[in-house]
Every structure is written in C-alpha cells, then in structure tokens.
C-alpha cells in the first residue's frame, strides 16, 4: 500500500489578493506536494466555504505559465525577448539603477506602482510606501482604484463624512438594493455583491438568509445577475448603463414630494435641505424614464418601497466609473440620509475595526519640494489628500508628453496596466519612456513585455507568515511549500533591494520577522504567538463602538457645521454646483444623438466574476475550461437584427477603438446594451488558447472608452460609450514571451 | 441507510464553487469532463425575465439506465444506494455515458474505467459531509439518509415539495431540487 504522508497547513486565499484578508484555507500537503485545499472551519470569514478561484490554488501554484526566474530584456521593448539572469544580477541591476537616478534627477523620478493583487493597506503597501518614502519620492501611482474605490469614497465623505463607505447591514435589512451601475465591479461575481470575494462577510449568504425571512430584493443593473435569479428578485430594474444618477435624483424627488423623508433626522443633521427641495423639483421620474428607460411609476414605487421600510440599505457598485460621477455619488448618500437609513440597523452603516495592524511608512522622510513635484500635484484628489501620491492619469502623460518632467524609473509590484488601464495603446507609449522599469509578478504579463527586469514572484502559499486583520479577527497566511524554480516572496525582495540601497537601518536590518513583528506591534500580539493559533486566529475584544449604532456626533464631526451637506459646501468653493445637477455620460444615447447613428447600441463592461479576478487566473485549467473566451452579452432580438448566433466572435467597435469576444445570447439583459468583460488576454495550456493582445483589436474593453471623459475632480473616467456589432474572425494570437534560458 | 442529495435552488447562485471543488478535492485534472455542471437559463420575454442556475450531478438513481445498459456488470448500486462502477470490470466502452438522461456518466481518460459521483462515500464514512455540500458557500446543497423522515434532508423534500429533475424518464433520482420553476423546459417534469 502507498504510505503517503499529508499534512494540513492553515493558512489564507491567495484568489483574490495575496497580501489581504482572505478567506481561511487549509492547505493539504502530501509528501511534499501541495495537493488540495479546503475552507478552513474556524476562520470567520468562510467558514470553511470556498469559491471557485479559491478550489483553483493547486493549479495556481504548480502552473508551467509562472516566471520562473529574473528575466533581463534582450530586444527592444515590447517584443518579448529575455535571457535568463541571476537574483543577485537583478539586484544589482535595480539597486543600481534607482541610486544612479535618485541622485541626478531627483527621487520624484522614481515611480512605484502596485495592483489589487497585494490588496490595499497590507503588510506589501505599508512596506511599499515606506519604501519609496525612505528614498523620498512619493510618485505612489496606480491604476485600479483611480477609477474604482477611491473617487466615489470622496464624494461620499464630502456629504456624509465617515471613514470609508456606508456599508449595507444585510444582517438585519428588509429590504436590499443592489445598485450595479452598468460599470465597474460587482457583477455576476459575488452574487452581483461588490465584496473582495464570494464569501467575504458571506455576503450572498447573509442576503439569501434575509430573503428567507422575508426580506425584498431589488436588482437595478442593465442585466440581470445570479443574484437575482432562482426567484430571488422582488424587483429586476433593467437600466441603461450610466444613468444611475438620474434614478437616484428622481427617487429623491418623489421623496420630497410625498413628503416621506425623515423629518427629524433631516432637521436634526443635515444642512441645506431647503435648497435642496427646491432644486430637486425638475427631476420628476417622467424626466427620468426618458433617460434610465425604467418606467415612472416603477421609480415612484421603488422610491416609496425603500423611504417607507425602516430597515432597507443599499449597495452600489464600489466602482461607478463615470465621467458624470459627482452627480451619482453625491446623490446616493443624500438619499440615504434624507431618509434616515444612514446608521442605523439594516440601513447603511459604518464598520469599524477592533484594532489595526501596521509599522511607519516614513512618509515624514519626504521633502515638501518633493510633494509640490508630485504628477497630478495641482488635481482636487491629490492637493486635497495631502499629496501623498501621484495621480495616475498624470504619469501617463508625464512619460508621454515630458511635461511637467518624465520621470525616470518604475518599479510595478503585480500590476497589469496594459490590461486594466484605459487606453492601453498610451499606456505602452508611456512605458516605452521609462529609462528603466522593472515587472514583479507571478506570470508574465503583456506589462512585462515593456520591462527591462522581470523579476519572478512566489504565490502567497509559498511565502512566510503574512498577518492581515478584519473587523476583531486576526489571521496569518503560511508557508505551505518552498518557492517553486527560483520565485522569491516580494516582501524579502523589497527587503533586500532597501539594504542594497543602503537603507537597512529603515528596514530592520533586513530581517523578516522583525518587520512581522513590527507590523503586529499595535494590537500588542507577538508573531510566536499567532503562531501558535495558527487554525483559528486571534480575537482581539469588540468595542463598544464596533456595535453601536447612531454615532452621528463622531461620522459627521469633520463635515462643515458637523452635519451632512445636502448643500454641498466644499463643491461650491471649489467652483462647482452645491447640488447633484444631472448631466450624463458624453456618449449614451441622449448625449450624443448624432454618434448613435453609427454605433446604435450602449456598452460597458463587467470585472471579476466568480471564475476570474480582474486580470489575472485565466490560465487555470479547472477555471479556463468553464469559460474559455471572453464573452460579449447580447439580447437574441439584437443579435438577429445582426446576424449574430450565439458563440460567434464578433467585433465591437467605438468611435475609439475595436475589441473581440464571443457573443453570449441573453434573454436578461437590455436589448439596448452590450456588456463584454474586462481582465481578458491570457493564454492557457489546457484548454489550449493563445494569449490576445491588450491593444486595437484584441479582447480588450479599455480601448473602446474615451480616457479624456473623466470626472474633474478626481479622474475617475467613463466606463459607457456607443459600439456597433458584427460578426468577425477571432482574434490574433500573441506569442508568449521568450523566456531565455 | 440510504443517502440522497437536496438542491434549495432558492439558495444556489451558480458560484460554481461546487464544480471546481469537486475536481479540487478528488484531483480531477483539467480537460477532463468534472462530475458537476451549473445550468444557466432563462425563462419568459424581457423585461419579465426569470432567470434560473442550479447545478445537475449523478442523481443516484434508483433505476439507473448507466447500470441497465452496461453490458460488462461494471455498474452498480452500492448497499446505501450510490450508483458506482467497478473499474476491474469496466472496458470503458462509454455507453453508460450515453445512456444517461442527465448527461452525468463521465469518463476519466480515453478508454479507462467510467467514473461518476459517489457522494464522497469516504468522507462520508469518516463522519464528514460530501465536499461540494461542505464547501457550498450559500449552504444550497443538504445531504442526509433519506430512510430517515426525521433527517434534515426528508423533512426538506416534504415540507418544500422538492421534485427529482425530469421525472418523464422514471429512473427514481435519490437527488431532489427545492424550488426549482415547475416550468423550466426540459427539467422540471
């Protein structure tokens, strides 16, 4: 008989961020081969469940595809040609070329970006920042929240105040609106629930509970999603992409008319609600049914539905992505507020942590003529944040127009900005500037193309210990086998490019588990002895606070008057409209009447869903094989009106650019909108598909949007424009990179 | 002891969690066909769109056609009522495969033995509940001894009415689905 040896490491996900909270996985080893895994019972989180990028995490770690070891470029950028150099080689190289450009143009030169993959705020982004503070620069530059989580959480601060978003409390709602906005995330994934995975917080499970005892849900998206399905929906709202805004003013509107606002909660906290009445009288639902497509009476009735059940919440999209975003999301949280759902159980509510883990980042080590040189330094989001960073969309025209200056070097920390950047084609004009631009990541990338240095990272599963905290709950990923081929962990990386960079005093000597223990110090918890509750972790004590509700005097203690601003006072000195005024996205079918001629149907584009995560994990088998090409959601009426059957490649074209996918055939969606999927450009084995290009013409849906139509305040850009549809060929296949030897 | 599987379709979101840990657990290589499919339709003309996902496996049958037809006595059903093959016997001919109106007889490779759900029969034994029920993250899928009326799984089907998918072929699943549409083309009846 086969003795095989097993044994079982907790650890955490590496599915959704490898840096992060995540879901509590056991780790079965057998004989020295990572072979399965399972939920892990005790984490509260998942409570043993996983979802299917998570099953996946054998396939993730033993994949041919990975970078295997530090790749030097050999032609010119973008080709794909590397030969095979030593770790020690790539130091140097990096080491040498950050000190030679820190000292002849300035540390504001040197450009530190990272992804979603590391999550925010972590173990990797605090020691990041530190980094690049330590060689003071503060050029911290991303892609992904630029548009996504961060410019919609300005606008809700300014009228609300509270430290991040107004979260639904599932646990105790009536009633659950779930507000996917025709773009950005939130999808099909997660139950069409916005959360960093299917399980987080159990978020579709606590919503199904709720509908079990008898709680409504409403689904207001241009499709309709698995939530929804199965008999769930008390209400599908199909929408045209983009016109959120105009919903959400109609339903104030009708709240104010009926009177069924919150009189006391409005005379007691808000300020300017007489102004606002006033300016609230032209948004009737028939003006918004011309523009949204939902019929008035349905936006009087959801209207009356959610200001007369005490505990209803809503969800929206944590990623808008709207040229018109101020007046969407200045417009949700004064609905909450008006109707008094803010704080209070089963509305929206504020979650706060029992403690928070984390070491300095130095940030005091920047100079102030440093701050002033940051790119994006004169933008709302930047000047107004303190100049802790760079905004994106001005580095990119930095390295391509030179001005202010171009920056030199870029160090990319498991990004993918040709992917998930809009308008790739300037994105690799920009890359192709840099004097020198290194690539960590796990798998080669259509970014790593552009790099000088790729450099090979290890999955979570084959790093050290990582704590990361949620709510009261502190968890550690683990080791679970050594890194394969010659893949280091990007924490000892950075740590060894700060000693060689003569920082080892700022980097505890270079010692790993120092750092750890540093990270921990704020929640008094030493690294033994979290290791020693490796299965179930560590609960520091709840407070009071995390469970109270109605702290008003606290959320809204940093807004003018210390209440919230119907009237929105920051906006007005900043020159814009105090109030929500309605404007639209440039190219929807109302904007742009003329354009609508040649390209007669509404696009966005939907993120992760339950297979995939942004832009990576398209070269799983066990996840490839379930949807082999990305895929393009159109109504059969439509399709027929074009000749198009389902499976067919089909081109979308915008006035901007072309992309491909594979025509999905789809009773649930608006015959009025296509909506094909971001993150797609991978190759995989088995199946065996060829990788696309991220540019004109492959499966890209960032070359068909507009970048220049962006929000002024913070950039966030559009993710709606006009396309045409017609059957086509599929796409071009790239070559993989070389990868020397 | 007879043991049957209950889908509360009203709790499935078609995560398809169920499907890749199935091959997760029993380590099923990719590019072979896995043991559990999600079923994604709709029903109606927009905007009054219903939409329905649930996920299709072996349904244990008590008149399994797989077994009637196998030619080589490969097929089975075992003492707790699971429908297995016995891979010394199989010649992996496939015509199991075809025989079943569910689509859920599977080969492993080419030529080799037939393969199918067995319930995770040695989880079970080791007082563990098959994985794609442990792993559910909705909690829609219920396991239990169906001889027992007083098991979860009995009382479920009896109280929500739960109904074997296409019943038309009469081959008695020991699988059940809670609040699926009775209308649903080609499944419900």
Redesign the interface.
Known sequence: MNMQKTHVVPTMCHGCSYGGYNCGVLAHVRDGRF?????NPHHPL?R?????KG?????WVYNENRLKYPLLRKGPRGEGRFIRISWNEAMEITAGNIMEIRERYGPEHIILSKGQSSSWGGLHHLLWMRFLHALGSVTFSNWGPSVCYAPQLMYHQQVIGGPTYARPDYEHADLIIEWFTGGGKGG?AR?GVETLD??LR?V??KI?ER??NGAKLVIINPQ?I???????AYK?L?IRPGTDGALALAMIHVILKEELYDKAFVSEWCDGFAALADHMKQYDPAWAEKITGIPAQEIEGLARLYATTKRACIRVSEAPQKKDLRSFATTIPILMAITGHLDRPGGNVWFFPAGSLGFSTLSERVSQKAREQVLGADTFCIRSSGKNSAFSHSVINALVTGKPYRPKAMLIFGSNPLSTARNPRLVTEALQKLQFLVVVDVVPTPTTRYADLVLPAATRYECSHQPAFWENHLAMSRKVLDPLWEARDELEVTLDLACRLGMEKDFWGGRYETMVNDFLKPVGIALDELERNAIQGIYLPRTKWMDSRERFDELFKDLPNGKIQLSNRILEEEGFEPFPVYHGEPEDLLNAPELARTYPLLFTDEHSD??NHHSWMRD???????RKHPVAKI?P?TAEKYRIRNGDWIDIVSPHGKMKAVALL??????DTIMAQHGWWQGCE??DITEASPLEGGTNPNVLYNWDHMDLLNGDITKNTLVRIERASPPDSVSPIEKGI | MIYGLLVD?????????C???C???H?I???EQGRIRIM?M?T????N??????PVMCMQCDYPPCVSVCRYDAGFIDTHGIVSVDPKKCVGCELCTLACPYGARTMGQKGKAAKGCDLCMDRVQAGQLP?CV??????ALIFGDLDDPQSAISRLIQHEGAQPLKKKFRTHPKVFYA???RDLPGFSR
């Open positions: 072979a399965r895994v399972e939920g998942n043993g469940k996983l979802c299917a099953q996946s995490a054998v396939q099909p139950g299917t399980n159990s579709p499970r199904i509908l079990k309709l698995p939530l929804g399905a199965n008999g769930r599908w199909p339950y297979i799983i088998p066990w996840l490839r094989e379930l109504h009426v789809f009773h649930g969606i608006r015959p088995s199946p | 379709v009203s709790k499935c979101t078609g995560c398809k969690s499907v890749v840990g091959k997760n657990w380590g290589p990719g590019g994604d709709t109606g003309e927009y905007p769109v219903s939409r329905w996902i649930f994985y442990e792993t559910c993250p909705t909690d609040h699926l549409n």
